[in-house]
């Protein structure tokens, strides 16, 4: 961090204005906790259903400065409420979990952590940014406690877990967080973005995250002998047809104006060389915006499984199974009035130059259930930059999930907690 940039970003108000903008100054005493808990945080990942350690730091966290917690709902999901007055009720979520892979940043707080799978020892590591975001979440839980005069109202902090195998939100909606604690008037939360710069924040309405749906298909064949291909229906053949035609269900089934994806991540079948099976199976990961388009690819796809069977030769009783699970994470949809709120008080806050319109992807993240029951609750989940400059001239910018990510501390901590007390207070002013 360059002098002259210290003193664009924090002396600048104060020449302007006579006083530092209260956030900064409060951060600038917090700041040193907050980075030490940061890294405790990522030198001590857990993996998804496995948050124990995790959510009980969290938890002591939030009841040593006034907050009634709640663990154990939904696995190791914690709540905590701050009753202030009369006012909204706003969740404010953060997901806990991390993912099984070695960390190679090198950091000096680097992850050593290793966990047991499936029999096997993983490596262990916050590479999707989950550290942050709970230290981002415990900073503006520290200054809505200390700041009460500010604002009225109930603050409902949400310690998720699971949130990388798509099942937190559910499994804590499933406890009754809802029927327990009340349904909010409004649910915020925030990811870590790899490629925008720290300082700033990336935000759109309407749908900024896709459903995402992982689907089976079983395709049956007859075997035979790999030299007598005639007395085969070759399922391998059938699977990798059926792989093809796949594509155009994007390409000629939906409207340009529309998007999707799918994709097929694994082809496993057969067993040796000179054998062919009489099953494949095909592995896909399907993503949608809409229920209309994901309801018309999941019958297309039944649709060109079968008729490339039928066409095969394929008897009624050896067509294609297409295996669609009931559980699913829905798309996040960003609330048009909530997200212009955010965007108003966030370029007031940060400056109107570091808000930035961030396009809709196609990743998953199961924030989007809590805006997805019938309660209809108005819900925004923005992109938090991460990225420092002397990265973001390298082009090197390690994706999420990369055992290379890693975010810049100070400032990004300093934007996500300033942009979502400031959003807090402006939701339940006094």
């Known amino acids: 961090m360059t002098a002259i940039w210290m003193i664009v970003r924090y002396m600048l108000p104060l020449l302007l204005t006579g006083q530092p903008h209260p956030v900064d100054s409060y951060l600038d005493e917090e700041m040193p906790y907050l980075h030490e808990f940061y890294k405790s945080l990522h030198q001590h990942p857990e993996l998804s259903l496995m948050e124990e350690q995790t959510s009980e730091k969290l938890a002591a966290e939030l009841e040593s400065i006034g907050y009634t917690v709640t663990r154990g709902v939904g696995g190791y999901g914690i709540v905590g409420i701050l009753e202030n007055g009369d006012g909204p009720q706003i969740l404010y979520r953060t997901d806990m979990d991390a993912l099984p892979m070695p960390e190679k940043t090198d950091l000096p707080y680097a992850s ?107 395709v049956y064949g007859v075997g035979a002998h790999g030299a007598s291909p005639h007395m085969s229906i070759d399922p391998i053949v059938i699977a990798s047809m059926i792989v093809m035609d796949l594509q155009t269900i994007v390409s000629r089934n939906l409207k340009p104006t529309e998007s999707a994806v799918i994709t097929v991540g694994a082809i496993k079948g057969g067993t040796k060389h000179n054998i062919i099976p009489d099953e494949v199976g095909l592995q896909l990961t399907v993503r949608t915006y809409t229920e209309e388009v994901r309801q018309m690819i999941h019958r297309r796809i039944k649709e060109v499984s079968r008729g490339i069977a039928i066409a095969a030769g394929l008897p009624e009783d050896k067509m294609p199974e297409v295996i669609i699970p009931d559980v699913f994470t829905p798309a996040n949809y960003n609330e048009p009035a909530l997200t212009a709120t955010i965007q108003e008080v966030a370029s007031k806050a940060i400056g109107v130059e570091n808000v930035v319109y961030a396009e809709p992807q196609m990743v998953g993240e199961d924030f989007a259930r809590y805006g997805s029951t019938e309660d209809k609750v108005p819900t925004v989940l923005y992109w938090l930059g991460t990225v420092p400059q002397e990265r973001m001239e390298s082009h090197d910018l390690p994706g999420l999930h990369s055992p290379f990510y890693y975010p810049e501390i100070e400032t990004t901590l300093r934007t996500g907690i300033k942009v979502n007390t400031e959003v807090l207070i402006d939701l339940m002013k006094k």
């Open 112 to 218: 050593q952590v290793t966990t047991m799978v499936n029999g096997s020892e993983v490596g262990t590591m916050h590479s999707c940014g989950h550290d942050m975001h709970m230290t981002t979440w415990v900073g503006t839980a520290r200054y809505m406690a200390a700041n009460k005069d500010k604002w009225s109202g109930t603050l409902m902090l949400i310690g998720q877990p699971a949130e990388e195998i798509g099942q937190g939100a559910k499994m804590m909606l499933d406890a009754g967080l809802y029927d327990k604690f009340g349904v909010p008037d409004y649910g915020l939360g925030l990811h870590c973005n790899p490629t925008i710069p720290t300082g700033q924040i990336g935000i759109a309405d309407g749908y900024t995250m896709a459903n995402t749906e992982s689907i089976d298909i079983k």
